[in-house]
């Protein structure tokens, strides 16, 4: 029973490098979200996807792309990585929506350090 | 103002003591609340959802004040094991009409021998 599972759980890279972080849930979730966490400061909201085939932007989404590319999979993907997005990032997922924010479920985490 | 706001603490109690946690929100329209908990180094876990008359589980007691915007979370009987983060979670109405829940920074407990 793995939920969400996130890989890699620890990356370093050099400024300027990309990278894809993927994300896969096997709970037949429709809503998925990657977050990121800095320290002193609550989960911050990336990039959400409601439903398969579609995605929205949340709080801090420059810098960032994603791709829901099919129900279980949502991948984050750093395109040019600079320090500043040195973070924990978490992936997430919940039941649609059906009038009423459902709890979400996380995986267990990305530590991202940039140099 | 922020729009989910918690007492980041540390809260350091003895076992056995019963503590209590609030956390503000800013948004009047805000219709869900759940309670989570973060170990260091840990995803965040749900620990309960906040409904309008007030829940408990077990020893945890949430209640919801909407009034004066604000969800608390009381802890009876602490045990170690109770250690976390806590973390204060609202929805909220985005720009696209869309719902997003937000996450408070969290509140640290400490439960001492």
């Known amino acids: ?37 800095d320290p002193g400061m609550g989960l911050r909201l990336i990039y959400y996807s409601a439903s398969e085939g579609t995605t929205d932007k ?43 924010d459902q709890p979400q479920h996380f995986g267990d985490g990305t530590r991202l350090s940039i140099l | 103002r922020k729009e989910v706001e918690q007492d980041p ?14 956390c503000t ?12 908990r973060q170990d260091c180094r840990k995803e965040p876990k749900l ?7 007030g829940n408990e589980d077990g020893r ?13 979370l009381l802890i009876r009987d602490s045990k170690l094991s109770d250690s976390a983060t806590y973390l204060c979670v609202v929805n909220r109405l985005r720009d696209t009409g869309r719902r997003a829940l937000t996450f408070g920074s969290g509140t640290r407990l400490q439960v001492q021998p």
């Open chain 2, 60 to 72: 945890f007691t949430a209640q919801l004040n909407r009034a004066s915007q604000y969800i608390s």
């Open chain 2, 9 to 22: 603490g540390p809260f350091n109690v003895p076992e056995g003591a019963t503590v209590a946690f609030n």
């Open chain 2, 47 to 53: 620990l309960m959802s906040v409904y309008s008359s």
């Open chain 1, 58 to 100: 949340g709080e801090v989404p420059n810098g960032y792309n994603v791709s829901r590319l099919n129900k279980r999979e949502f991948s984050l993907r750093l395109e040019s990585a600079a320090p500043s997005q040195t973070s924990v990032y978490f992936c997430a997922s919940s039941e649609e929506n059906q009038g009423r």
């Open chain 1, 1 to 37: 029973n793995a939920g969400v599972t996130q890989t890699p759980k620890f990356q370093v890279l050099k400024t300027g490098q990309s990278m894809t972080l993927q994300c896969a849930q096997d709970m037949n979730h429709n809503s998925m979200y990657w977050y990121r966490q």
């Open chain 2, 25 to 36: 929100y800013s948004n009047s329209a805000s219709q869900s609340f759940f309670w989570y």
